[in-house]
């Protein structure tokens, strides 16, 4: 059966009814209705909005253009993958947009793999051991930092340099006052420039505007041929001869890395976790008094009452559910900041007690002089040296002190009653629980 559309019938279709009826519809409500009714001018629709924008990343990190098309293609495509999922707040522009680095960088992976086995078989020499393109290399870390910014900044942002939209325009899609988005606007562009300079970046107006300029003269028939690839795959058909075979592997590696992403990220909230309440349990265990010192009160015998399921074991139950607020893939976007890394370890039995700071790093970008270095008890509790401060990363925190030889530590990286650590856009970090002991002197 062929293909509903040809080229020609989809886009007078577009140009007679899609202009007045896309335009009024919001990302969410365009993509609600290619998953539910598999409306093929409403993908077109999506993919009209924010194609300048997915091929910009494409091309800047890809300079074969064949490559970055096809990475233009698999970015679309894995937003149908994850159409049922995927979370749509005021744009789907930030979601796209780092898919889009996510797939273009794995696009560049397979095509230096490629070459390489090409010049292979081929018995040709390597050539000379040539330097990456500083103007590539610069543009992907402008990206990168991009992608880091918190969303209200990143949306307004990708709607007005990538997408070309007036501010009004802008406000109508986040719904809020045109002054919000000016402001948004111009603390976005001061973040952007004050991160670049802390990595030591300090990119040229030229390569600044290649990034912040949506791309033009795009091929007609790319975006044809995905709205048909796209409507072959909600339909569970075969995307032979619609787009290349690169291109469904490039979908299905994105995709594997995105469940990846998510399993490690829910698996260290349930480390976290467990180990917090395996520690606590064991503290309250060595509290008790010696048995021999306990006073024994007989207890008149009742009728068994049915225990309640334990509270600790629903929560986690539930943390492991999936929802839409799971959904979002950028940057741990849609996750609360997590613990990924201590110094010293947790569980570590044999912490030097020269040890002059302790350290935390979050999976995210912290609120700068925010934190809740929390105490377990006051017995074992650090005693401090100094302030905590953030490094340059703005993910690592860090905490002056002065340890004793043979003494267990604990202390909460957020708790059950502060919760100050918090990431750039103000929500708290999962609490975290540090314990560890030094060896004698």
Known sequence: MEDKWSNASLREFQSL??????????????????????????????????????????????????????????????????????RVDDSLGPWLYGVSIRV?????????????????????????????????EMRLRIDEELQRLPARYRSAILLCYFEGLTHEEIARRLSCPVGTVRSRLARGRDLLRSRLERRGLAPGAPILTSVLVPASGWPELLSTTTVQAATRLVAGRSLAGVVPVSVEILVDGVMRTMVMTKVAILTSLLAGTLIGIATYASQEVDSRPPASHRQVTPIPRKEPIPKPAVAGTT??????????????????????????????????????????????????EMMN????????????????????????????????????????????????????????EGRSAVPYLLVFRTKGS
């Open 104 to 136: 273009a960088k794995r696009a560049r992976t397979v095509a230096n793999r490629r070459r390489r086995r090409e010049r292979t078989n081929m018995e040709l020499p390597e050539p000379a051991t040539r330097g990456a393109d500083p103007d590539v």
């Open 315 to 364: 929560v986690l139950a539930l943390n492991l559910e999936s929802s839409k607020d799971d959904a979002q893939e950028d940057a741990f976007e849609g996750f609360p900041a997590v613990v990924v890394k201590t110094v010293p370890s947790t569980g570590t039995t044999d912490v030097d007690p020269r040890l002059k700071e302790i350290q935390v790093t979050f999976s995210k």
């Open 17 to 86: 009814f899609g202009g007045g009826v896309v335009s009024g519809l919001t990302d969410r409500q365009l993509l609600e209705r290619f998953a539910e009714r598999r409306d093929e001018v409403a993908f077109a629709g999506l993919i009209d909005r924010h194609g300048s924008m997915v091929l910009g990343v494409c091309r800047r990190v890809l300079s074969d253009p064949a490559d970055a098309g096809d990475a233009f293609q698999a970015t679309f495509l894995v937003l149908v993958r994850r159409a049922a999922s995927v």
């Open 369 to 424: 002089k925010s934190w809740s270095w929390a105490q377990h008890s006051k017995k074992t509790f650090p005693e401090l040296a100094g302030e905590p401060s953030y490094t340059k990363d703005e993910r690592t925190c860090v905490l002056p002190v002065k340890l004793v030889p043979n003494k267990t530590y604990a202390i909460w990286l957020n708790s059950p009653k502060f919760g100050n650590f918090k990431d750039a």
